[in-house]
């Protein structure tokens, strides 16, 4: 079946460090893949999105670019912000409307 | 605030009750999809829903069930509640059928605690 693997967490970093979270996944045809958000309380978000091979999805500083030949989606930030503390999920969704989910890398962000 | 309302906020019951929970999904929005997050088991994805039809089931329980009803509102009914079923469970929703590129919008959530 379809996998998602994320970097296991959690993640600590100073203010203004560059960002890696890994994400590698497993589907059969060609999954839409995601990176979902979700602060403290509250439901995910859409970070951003890439539906097709070497796709780069990007949002507030945000960059994910969908890679084929690595079955991989690695979030990265240049610069991170006390803001971007949360927990980051790495999604896939295939045609047939199921939805897979990795673990969720939690972020902190230290000033 | 994603436009996706559920209700209740948060449940407290007993071992061997039945629940509803409750969600609206965005203006527009034909599809409702239920999950379901624990912490031993991470975001679990349930099932879809597409105007009023069931569309996709992933690990649902037969325990669990949900309807999208014509309003398009849907119910995720959990019944014979076991304290492994304490977690947080949300509902989202998109225009079309999750598939290529649909963007979910997901809700609050509702907390269940069974004791």
């Known amino acids: 079946g379809d996998s998602v693997t994320q970097m296991e967490g959690p993640v600590t970093l100073s203010e203004e460090a560059f960002l890696t979270i890994n994400c590698t996944y497993t589907a059969t045809g060609y999954p839409s893949l995601f990176w979902y958000v979700q602060y403290p309380g509250e439901g995910l978000q859409l970070l951003l999105k890439?539906?097709?091979?070497?796709d780069k999805g990007s949002n507030k500083g945000f960059e994910a670019t969908y890679r084929k030949e690595t079955t991989s989606f690695h979030l990265e930030k240049g610069s991170v912000q006390v803001s971007d503390s949360a927990v980051y999920f790495c999604a896939l969704n295939t045609n047939a409307g199921k939805s897979t989910f990795g673990d969720g890398t939690t972020l902190t962000v230290k000033p | 605030d994603s436009g996706v309302t559920q209700t209740p906020k948060h449940l407290i019951t007993a071992t061997g009750q039945r629940v509803t929970l409750r969600c609206s999904p965005r203006s527009g929005d034909l599809s409702v999809y239920w999950y379901q997050q624990s912490l031993d088991q991470g975001l679990q994805f349930l099932i879809q829903?597409?105007?009023?039809?069931?569309?996709a089931k992933g690990n649902i329980l037969e325990r669990f069930s949900a309807q999208q009803f014509p309003d398009l509102h849907s119910e995720l009914n959990l019944s014979s509640l076991e304290l492994g079923d304490s977690a947080l469970y949300f509902c989202?929703?998109?225009?079309?059928?999750?598939?290529?590129?649909?963007?979910?919008?997901f809700g609050p959530g509702t907390r269940l605690l069974v004791l």
């Open positions: 989202a929703s998109s225009v079309f059928p999750s598939g290529a590129g649909e963007t979910q919008y």
């Open positions: 829903y597409y105007n009023g039809e069931e569309r």
């Open positions: 890439a539906t097709k091979a070497d």
